[in-house]
């Protein structure tokens, strides 16, 4: 790719949640995209529009980022778990549990995803702050780790849970951080709906050690997403082993700290997050650092990244549509999806890079914004880029949708999902079929009184 591709200003092999487009993105000589050996173009053709494209050598790279640095740099076990919220699926889910990562849930769906995908239970995390019964029992049954997080978790589990095979457990607590990212997606300051109190944590580590149903084995905080500072996580370590120290003194066997995920991505030039490899450098420096003042043997170190891990690697296509240019005021490009299969930028004003698919490199000539399709002025993907002309038909790329986007979709509309694809040495493999108008129509019922009315 030539120089004037911003996306190409930023690739870096070690790091996938530091690029902007997919690390197998190439220009072929007809100076189309090309990800994962596929014209970007030609999957669209093929498969159609809206169509998220993941490119399988990002998330595996991605994998090893993690599974590596922590196998270097802390000197204790560990274990990457992949926060499946950013976008769960089979195939990402069997993907990622091949570069031999677990995986954390938060709702059964989630959970029977992971299962099916053939993540081993021992890897399995459930967390939630308002876990419904049939979910702690679907968990128990599978030996999956329950993270409790309230006192409601305790009270369910004590009818679900039987002292012959106690429930394994790891307990969350607020770590009263505060990190500079959207109001919305932080975690762990004390305002938090997550999480024991910090005050309670005590009270609660002595309340457990009677319940024989319970078996505790770690500790969980998570302050945060799309973090692009490094002290929070440094500050935040040596209060999880505090609370090791606490729990070890009061005799729960305790060899979990998850320390959560949070790590940023870049969505566009300016963004500058710091490396995988240097997060998990920190985290770990810092939990040993701390475990070696307070005489601790190291645990076994958990984290839980979601966005580094699969943001970078996907890609969605979309067909440009209709144009309204009002005079000294903007330029509308309309494409045939929007803030149903994208609600970050409407949610969280969040900011992402566009290119045309066929011609990444040619000059930007005009500013214009980037509409959705969907009933709702406030639809618009990106604000104010530049591009190259365009015209009715042209396919639009949008980087960096790998995480929050398909797993945040909605049925806005009655507009249907996307498909998905995974591309890797030219080859393409759907993983999520396309949704149908009439799949819209499954769970209506039409009641009789209403037929006979007419
Ligand atoms: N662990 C827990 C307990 C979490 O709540 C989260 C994210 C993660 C791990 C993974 O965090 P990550 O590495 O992806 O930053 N919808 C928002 C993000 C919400 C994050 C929720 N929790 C967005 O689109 O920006």
Known sequence: MSDNSPYEQHLDLNSPNRNLAPLSTSVDQKGRLVVGGCVLSNLAACYGTPLYVIDEESIRVACRTYVNALHKKYQGPSLALYASKANSSLALSRIIASEGMGVDVVSAG???????????????????????????????????????????????????????????????????????????????HLDSKFGFDPDQLESILRELIGCKWAKLTGLHAHIGSQIFELEPHQDLASVMVDALQLAREIGHPIEDLNVGGGLGIRYVSEDDPPSIDDWVALVSEAVMK?????????????????????????????????????????????????????????????????????RPNSKAEEKVTIAGKHCESGDVLLKDVELPPSNSGDVLVVFSTGAY??????????????????????????????????????????????????
């Open 405 to 454: 986007n398909a797993s945040m979709s909605s049925n806005y509309n009655r507009i249907p999902r996307p498909a998905a694809v995974i591309v890797r040495d030219g080859h393409a493999d759907l993983i999520l079929k396309r949704e149908q108008p009439e799949d819209l129509l499954i769970y209506d019922l039409m009641p009789e009184r209403l037929i006979e009315v007419g």
């Open 290 to 358: 701390a475990c070696r003042s307070r005489n601790l043997d190291l645990p076994r170190l958990l984290c839980e990244p979601g966005r580094s891990l699969v943001a970078p690697s996907c890609v969605t296509l979309y067909t440009i549509g209709s144009r309204k240019t009002i005079p000294g005021i903007r330029t509308y490009i309309s494409v045939d999806g929007g803030m149903s299969d994208n609600p970050r930028p409407i949610t969280y004003q969040s900011l992402y890079t566009t290119c045309l698919a066929d």
């Open 110 to 188: 989630e959970l029977l995803t992971a299962l099916n995908a053939g993540v081993a239970t021992e890897k399995i995390v459930l967390h939630g702050n308002n876990k419904s019964n049939a979910e702690l029992q679907l968990a128990y049954q599978n030996d999956v780790t329950i993270v409790i997080d309230n006192r409601y978790d305790i009270e369910q589990l004590q009818g679900i849970a039987s002292e012959v095979r106690p429930a394994r457990l790891m307990l969350r607590f607020t770590p009263g951080i505060e990190c500079h990212t959207h109001e919305y997606i932080k975690t762990g």
